[in-house]
């Protein structure tokens, strides 16, 4: 329902829109605030770079922070990354991941990110905080914040929206009658929009997610995902259809689908309840670290990689050396 809501096809956002009028007040006062000086922000002595999105919902940001995070590495970079850590629940913050940090604690994405790429990730409400945490333990370059492009408490060096190719902008409200944290032309003040899927507009930089092998949860057997048997599809992640059709596109027959919310919770029984034993149980990576101390034999995952226009990745990767090099 709500994404008929937000897309436009059910006029019941007309009944929303005195709360997007107070949601767009709120957000246009704070932002004004800190822009005036009235409320404090702060400056890191690194430079920060934000991967955001105007909408809310899955947009693919944080393949594109893993996508930074491992080509800076590549340069000899060193990278930490900062998240608000949605879905975990810490008994205190900043939380700095380690080998043992759940996502219970941390939240589904950076501990995704943290596995991934071997980055130091800490966690907390206020992104100055986790910061200033990362610094405390680590010798860093430049610092990647996966979200936060609304966190104006933080000041950044450098801002990357990522924008859902198909479903652009929906009926171009905010919250809740749209899916605008802030109006479209905010993103004529930022450094680059990366466009996952669809047709990249001018001045845009478009963006695919490319799967690789299926991996098993328990084993580690990496195959191809078209070899494995019966599969049954889930997804838990921020726009659901997504992953489903990226199945599709690899010609697999999905017999069953389940989407799921966004940083949702999961536990054996619920997702043993998905499949017999003859069935492969297909899911995402992020799903995939919320589920590995439980996992099954037949329980596989589907990682994806964004891949960038070659002159377009050099841009980036070079406007943010540039940066750090201003930093000396």
């Given at each position: 329902?709500?994404?008929?809501?937000?897309?436009g096809?059910?006029?019941?956002y007309l009944?929303?829109?005195p709360?997007?009028?107070?949601?767009g007040?709120?957000?246009g006062i704070?932002r004004?605030?800190?822009?005036t000086?009235?409320?404090?922000s702060?400056?890191?002595?690194?430079?920060i770079?934000v991967?955001g999105?105007l909408?809310?919902?899955?947009?693919?940001?944080?393949?594109?922070?893993?996508?930074?995070?491992?080509?800076l590495?590549?340069?000899?970079?060193?990278?930490g990354v900062?998240?608000?850590?949605?879905?975990?629940?810490?008994?205190?913050?900043?939380?700095?991941?380690?080998?043992n940090?759940?996502?219970?604690?941390?939240?589904?994405?950076?501990?995704?990110?943290?596995q991934r790429t071997g980055?130091?990730?800490?966690?907390?409400?206020?992104r100055?905080?986790?910061?200033k945490?990362?610094?405390?333990q680590?010798?860093?370059?430049?610092?990647?914040?996966d979200?936060?492009?609304q966190?104006?408490?933080l000041?950044?060096?450098?801002?990357?929206?990522?924008?859902?190719?198909?479903?652009?902008?929906?009926?171009g409200?905010?919250?809740?009658a749209?899916?605008?944290r802030?109006?479209?032309?905010r993103i004529?003040?930022?450094?680059?929009?990366?466009?996952?899927g669809?047709?990249?507009?001018?001045?845009?930089i478009?963006?695919?997610?490319?799967?690789?092998?299926?991996i098993?949860?328990?084993?580690?057997?990496?195959?191809?995902?078209?070899?494995?048997?019966n599969v049954?599809?889930?997804?838990g992640?921020?726009?659901?259809?997504?992953?489903?059709?990226?199945?599709q596109?690899?010609d697999i027959?999905?017999?069953?689908?389940?989407a799921?919310a966004?940083?949702q919770?999961?536990?054996?029984?619920?997702?043993?309840?998905?499949?017999?034993?003859?069935?492969?149980?297909?899911?995402?990576?992020?799903?995939a670290v919320?589920c590995?101390?439980?996992?099954?034999?037949n329980?596989?995952?589907?990682?994806?990689?964004a891949e960038?226009?070659?002159?377009?990745?050099?841009a980036?990767?070079?406007?943010?050396?540039?940066k750090i090099?201003?930093?000396?």
């Amino acid at each position: 329902m709500i994404e008929r809501i937000w897309s436009g096809e059910s006029k019941l956002y007309l009944l929303l829109l005195p709360l997007s009028w107070l949601y767009g007040l709120i957000s246009g006062i704070r932002r004004l605030g800190y822009r005036t000086g009235f409320f404090r922000s702060w400056r890191a002595p690194l430079p920060i770079v934000v991967v955001g999105n105007l909408t809310a919902g899955g947009n693919g940001k944080t393949p594109v922070v893993i996508w930074l995070i491992e080509n800076l590495q590549q340069k000899g970079i060193r990278v930490g990354v900062v998240s608000r850590g949605y879905g975990g629940k810490s008994a205190s913050y900043p939380l700095v991941l380690d080998k043992n940090t759940t996502t219970q604690i941390a939240g589904d994405e950076p501990v995704l990110i943290f596995q991934r790429t071997g980055a130091p990730v800490a966690v907390a409400p206020d992104r100055t905080c986790a910061v200033k945490a990362l610094l405390n333990q680590h010798d860093l370059d430049v610092i990647v914040t996966d979200d936060g492009l609304q966190h104006y408490a933080l000041q950044r060096d450098i801002e990357l929206v990522v924008v859902d190719g198909n479903r652009r902008f929906g009926n171009g409200w905010w919250l809740p009658a749209g899916p605008m944290r802030e109006r479209i032309g905010r993103i004529a003040s930022v450094n680059a929009v990366i466009t996952n899927g669809g047709k990249a507009e001018q001045n845009e930089i478009p963006m695919v997610l490319k799967p690789g092998d299926a991996i098993n949860l328990i084993t580690g057997e990496q195959k191809p995902a078209l070899a494995l048997p019966n599969v049954v599809a889930m997804a838990g992640i921020g726009h659901p259809p997504r992953f489903f059709k990226t199945l599709q596109d690899l010609d697999i027959q999905i017999q069953q689908k389940h989407a799921f919310a966004d940083h949702q919770p999961y536990h054996q029984r619920l997702l043993s309840s998905l499949v017999s034993p003859e069935q492969t149980l297909l899911m995402t990576e992020k799903d995939a670290v919320k589920c590995r101390d439980f996992a099954q034999k037949n329980w596989w995952y589907l990682p994806v990689n964004a891949e960038l226009p070659s002159s377009d990745a050099a841009a980036l990767l070079n406007l943010i050396m540039a940066k750090i090099s201003q930093y000396g």
